[in-house]
């Protein structure tokens, strides 16, 4: 019998690092041989069920290469490696964000350890951060803030971006691929000024914006532990702004919807990502009612038996198998693959609006795929099978499902 717990401690150990005196946690020892953003943050809740030294010492390392501007690049280059070679005209890191998790990492982290000095230490590097992301983001002036790449998202391939990157919904892994690193020579090009670059592409995207919202809430929580009170007030005026726009430019038809280019075009693919705003609470009860029963466990879209798809199977996009072609990182499939992460936010959704047994099939489902088919980096919905990296991080979280903490 697998011992969960065990096997996550060791699976984190096993791909944990340390240059100097940082220590980080590789995502796949083979596939992602670096430090990157939103896993950190996942990596960092995982460790406070182990050691919150180790998971304040994640999030160090990760700020450490914050830039000037506040900005903190997706991908952290420690040591060098072949994978993902790319010149991104800026030193050490990437010049790509990613999901802005870092705030309830921290969060997270600070409940664990109590530490109050190393809130104060690593706070204003967040806050930098969030600054970042509210000053070079909002383009159209809307308080909807939008991402230069899909990789930003954290789901590379994503159908939400195939309008902005000129695909239809069927189309080669490796076309995908060749667009998004072409927008790479865009962003040197660009200097890395977001309002040139969203000429190109430009998408406000509803998860990323959701998770924006949820964590400018965590971080007034944070100035308040820190007795910030005007810093407080700050954040959570921020979130309320997005959440209001949010409602007002990208809610249709009884769904949240992404928005692509700068013309903003509802994107109405039929994707995990609409129940993402659960996690913030941004439907009603009703409208959560409607979208759970009526799509999420609907097994003709999303409640598939080994896992919710990124993409419901009634979507002209599903493509749930692992393309054959190149090594796994060059092709992460966000296309119908079940992702472990995708049912971390999903269970905290769905238990923040009491959806209890939905969630717990959620967590079994987890649960099952790793006994069946180890620490992958997703899985295929209707076989279970194991696709891309391997060693892969992100099933560790499954622990902190079990333990109900939020
Ligand atoms: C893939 C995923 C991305 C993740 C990275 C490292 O590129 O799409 O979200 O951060 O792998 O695990």
């Known amino acids: ?128 951060f969030y600054d970042y992301i509210l000053r070079e983001r909002d383009v159209r002036q809307c308080y909807l803030f939008g991402l230069v790449n899909p990789d930003e998202s954290g789901e590379d391939n994503a159908p939400k971006f195939d309008k902005a990157l000129g695909l239809p919904p069927q189309h080669d892994a490796k076309d995908n691929t060749e667009r998004r ?4 020579d865009v962003h040197r090009n660009c200097q890395y000024d977001a309002r040139c670059t969203s000429k190109q592409f430009w998408v406000e995207d509803v998860a990323f914006n959701t998770y924006l919202v949820w964590n400018l809430s965590v971080m007034s929580d944070l100035a308040h532990q820190l007795n910030r009170p005007k810093d407080a007030n700050r954040w959570r ?34 994707g995990w990502d609409q129940f993402v705003p659960l996690l913030a609470g941004l439907y009603t009860q009703d409208e959560a009612y409607r979208l759970v029963k009526e799509r999420l466990c609907d097994p003709e879209q999303f409640w598939l038996p080994f896992g919710i798809p990124t993409v419901a199977k009634n979507d002209p996009a599903y493509a749930p198998e692992e393309p054959t ?6 092709h992460p499939d966000w296309r119908g693959a079940s992702w472990q992460t995708v049912h971390w936010f999903l269970y905290h959704g769905l238990m923040r609006y009491g959806f209890t047994a939905e969630a717990a099939s959620i967590k079994e489902k987890s649960v099952a795929l790793i006994k069946r088919s180890g620490w992958r980096e997703n899985y295929h919905p209707e076989t279970g099978d194991g696709q891309g990296a391997e060693g892969f991080t992100w099933g560790t979280l499954t622990i902190d499902m079990e333990s109900g903490r939020f």
């Open 181 to 184: 690193y072409a927008l790479f």
């Open 237 to 270: 005026n921020a979130a309320d702004a997005t959440k209001t726009a949010m409602r007002r430019h990208m809610f249709h038809d009884g769904r949240y919807v992404s928005l692509s280019g700068l013309a903003a075009e509802p994107v109405t693919y039929n």
């Open 325 to 330: 072609w190149g090594e796994a990182w060059q």
């Open 1 to 128: 019998m697998l011992d969960l717990r065990q096997s996550a401690h060791a699976l984190l150990a096993e791909n944990s690092r340390t240059v100097d005196h940082f220590q980080y946690t590789v995502p796949s020892n083979t596939s992602y041989p670096y430090q990157w953003f939103w896993d950190s943050c996942f990596h960092a809740i995982v460790w406070n069920h182990f050691d919150p030294l180790r998971a304040q010492a994640e999030l160090d390392a990760l700020v450490y290469r914050q830039h000037d501007s506040g900005f903190i690049g997706h991908v952290i280059y420690w040591q060098p490696s072949q994978i993902l070679a790319i010149d991104w005209g800026i030193p050490h890191t990437s010049s790509l964000l990613q999901p802005p998790l870092l705030a309830y990492a921290i969060w997270r982290t600070y409940q664990a350890s109590q530490d109050h000095d190393w809130l104060q230490t690593i706070y204003p590097k967040a806050s930098a």
